[in-house]
């Protein structure tokens, strides 16, 4: 675990087992997204299921939280690196489908069967739904004790976008803290999701902290309290951005990995773009209404910051 500096607060000790109760767990799959949501009754929502290389991350977060069944699973949209691992996860921990230890998904949400693309992860993903799919229409919510998932209205997107434009935003509640789920949306479409959602305290950044996907303009409109940055070790895209660290200088902003730390590597070297307030994880992050708590690299968590 590398952070960018000492600040002036103590480790918990670890534990082993995940934090319980209401929390969002960001699982690092690398370069990719997906998010575990649990309500405060045990209602699980899943967002994204990352690339088919993160799929054993995410049936480990499952299994830390003993969950075999998910009451909704949503995917922004189909790029592989969203939707690739939901094959290996709904197959369960002996890779086998059908089995007993299949995982049991209620409800599955995404965009819809407009100019669908190909790939492979997106082929087993309509192959295994089935008829649990649904595409959501605007304003559409899911609701469980102290969660709120709605669907963002947004103006449709053009004729002939990119697959990360057709994406859907969200807009969650989970006890006190909402957060905003924008996917891969360019930075004018995160604007607009930012003035449906209304003020938020946490931005999950879209397109893995990708320039294209903030700038200043949006963060200005979004005003995040605290920002998420999912993406991997050694990503050709050199996700995050320089210019997005920059931008995101003076927020507190937790990322589960970045290409350009490793001075070894392609992408130009972060270190002197990283603010006061930025913290490498280099794993799972699990955030509570109570606490940030760092997934360790030999098992179990320990908790960052009491009162969060």
Do not use: K
Not at 26 to 35: N, P
Not at 243 to 266: I, K, Q, Y
């Amino acid at each position: 675990m590398l952070t960018t500096l000492a600040l002036p607060l103590l480790l918990a000790p670890t534990v082993l087992l995940a934090p319980t109760g209401a929390g969002l767990h960001f699982v690092d799959v690398g370069q990719g997204s997906a998010l575990l949501v649990r309500g405060r009754e045990g209602e699980v929502v899943l967002v994204d299921s990352g690339p088919p290389s993160g799929a054993e991350a995410l049936l480990r977060a499952l299994d830390e939280h003993e969950l075999e069944r998910v009451d909704l699973w949503i995917h922004t949209h189909f790029d592989a690196d969203h939707v690739g691992g939901f094959a290996r996860v709904v197959a369960g921990n002996d890779g086998a489908w059908p089995s007993d230890d299949d995982v049991a998904v209620a409800q599955l949400w995404d965009r819809g069967d407009a100019d669908l693309p190909d790939n492979d992860a997106l082929a087993l993903y309509l192959a295994l739904a089935d008829d649990r799919r649904h595409a959501p229409s605007p304003g559409e919510h899911f609701e469980a004790a102290g969660l709120s998932l709605r669907v963002l209205e947004l103006d449709p997107p053009p004729a002939d976008v990119s697959e990360n434009e057709r994406g859907l935003a969200l807009c969650l509640e989970l006890e006190s803290t909402r957060v905003l789920i924008p996917g891969d949306l360019p930075a004018t479409r995160v604007a607009e999701a930012a003035l449906a959602c209304g003020p938020i305290d946490l931005l999950w950044a879209s397109h893995h902290g990708s320039a294209s996907g903030l700038d200043a303009p949006t963060l200005a409109i979004v005003d995040p309290a605290r920002v998420v940055i999912g993406a991997g070790p050694d990503n050709a895209y050199c996700h995050p951005a320089a210019s997005t660290l920059a931008l995101l200088h003076a927020h507190e902003v937790w990322l589960l990995d970045a290409a350009g730390v490793d001075p070894r590597g392609e992408c130009p070297g972060l270190a002197e773009t990283l603010g006061p307030r930025h913290t490498l994880v280099g794993g799972d992050l699990w955030i509570t209404r109570d606490a940030v708590w760092l997934g360790m690299p030999g098992g179990g968590w320990s908790a960052w910051l009491s009162g969060a």
